[in-house]
């Protein structure tokens, strides 16, 4: 089995529910007795914690990078990937080594298939082994799907991180605000300092409930306008003072110019990439992986009336609701992504017929841009965003 055929064997392996979102139930036995046959490597490593809604893996970025710049040597596990597995694991800029993805597979794959773990699981299991072996100071990892059931909820980290709570994976984690917060604060410790971005009043309320419960100490971050960063978008100053806060409260001696030098660098120090990112100048096109409605909302916000937006979405319950918050101000291109999850050509018309806007419909992602970028002039701005499996089949910019 060669590294190609290994991805290929992962790539039938569900993600972390089958793939009609039926009949999963989330539990962490076969996680623990997974990396119980491993050796338990998690034990070797000092943790840092990423759950929320949005902004997670910008945040571990930063945090990765500020400290790389102080001389630390760092691992981050961050999802989705976007074109190459291989982004999900990471040492500093370097992704996991080809070659350990093909043994670890290879090694494992009874045992993987005996317990049914699921693709999130075997590649989070797989960081923590790469990780372990690799002698870190620090490893950061970011939570997949909620947090209480989260495969990453076996890991005992040094600080733990909320950045926010929004509407995303109502299927799972509740129809409310506060239900996806509880599964959220799943990932607070006992006796172990939190890290709260959520401004909602009644949400940090009861994050407070919870970490008294635990005995955890709770930090609130305050936003920081004091650093540029090579990330852009409407999120990046809330992600940095997350991330300067995490490091805040390590009481790690960081110097002043080290802290400016990693917000500076994040894209050059951890490859980091679909995050506002600035793929051409005339017309503007940006690439943006914020795919549930409370990214989008903010996203399409800071968009000018004259603005084009390419979108593509999975088919899940809540992205129903994010038609609702398009502007007709907008032009829109909508088409499927490509994975078999996809929200078909015909469910978008049916959510958007109806609602007044100016768009059109395309079979691939790339016609759609295709035909967004000779709508377009030099002065006008073309927003591509939905789903980070959009971006998986442009290979042109």
């Known amino acids: 089995m060669n590294y190609e055929e290994s991805i290929e064997w992962l790539n039938t392996i569900p993600l972390s529910f089958d793939r009609e979102n039926k009949n999963y139930e989330f539990k962490l036995d076969g996680i623990k007795a997974f990396l119980s046959h491993l050796n338990n490597p998690q034990s070797n490593l000092k943790i840092i ?9 910008s945040t571990c970025s930063v945090i990765s990078s500020v400290l790389q710049e102080s001389g630390f040597k760092i691992g981050a596990f961050t999802s989705p990937h976007i074109k190459d597995f291989r982004e999900r694991i990471r040492i500093g ?3 996991i080594d080809r070659d350990f993805v093909r043994e670890f597979i290879m090694n494992n794959r009874f045992k993987i298939e ?4 699921t693709y999130f699981e075997i590649s989070f299991a797989m960081a923590v082994d790469y990780f372990s072996k690799n002698m870190l100071d620090y490893a950061i990892f970011e939570v997949g799907l909620g947090g209480r059931l989260d495969a990453t909820n076996v890991l005992e980290p040094l600080v733990s991180v909320i950045t926010n709570i929004g509407y995303d994976h109502k ?13 959220k604060a799943g990932i607070i410790k006992h006796n172990t300092p939190v890290l709260i971005g959520e401004k909602n009043e009644k949400i940090r309320n009861l994050f407070k409930i919870e970490a008294c419960k635990k005995s955890a100490p709770i930090y609130f971050s305050k936003m920081s306008q004091e650093y540029k960063s090579d990330l852009t978008g409407p999120f990046i100053q809330k992600n940095i003072s997350l991330a300067l806060k995490t490091i805040d409260i390590l009481k790690l001696s960081i110097e002043r110019k080290d802290i400016q030098k990693g917000i500076l660098n994040v894209r050059e120090n951890t490859k980091i990439y679909g995050r506002w990112d600035l793929i051409r100048k005339k017309p503007k ?42 502007p007709t101000s907008l032009r829109y291109y909508f088409c499927p992504v490509p994975s078999i999850r996809s929200m078909s050509l015909e469910k978008i018309e049916s959510e958007v017929s109806q609602k007044g806007l ?15 970028i000779k709508d377009s002039d030099g002065n006008d701005t073309i927003l591509v965003t939905g789903s980070t499996f959009l971006f998986s089949e442009i290979n042109k910019f």
Not at 288 to 315: R, Y
């Open 49 to 57: 914690h990423v759950g929320g809604t949005n902004g997670k893996g």
């Open 93 to 95: 800029k370097d992704f």
């Open 114 to 117: 005996s317990l049914g773990l």
């Open 285 to 326: 096109i940006i690439f943006d992986v914020g795919h549930n409605i409370s990214a989008l909302s903010i996203s399409i916000l800071n968009l000018e009336k004259s603005s084009k937006v390419v979108f593509g979405t999975l088919e899940k319950k809540d992205q129903h609701k994010i038609f609702k918050i398009f």
């Open 358 to 372: 100016n768009y059109s419909l395309h079979d691939s992602v790339s016609n759609a841009l295709d035909t967004a």
């Open 171 to 183: 299927e799972f984690l509740g129809n409310s605000l506060e239900e996806i917060a509880m599964e």
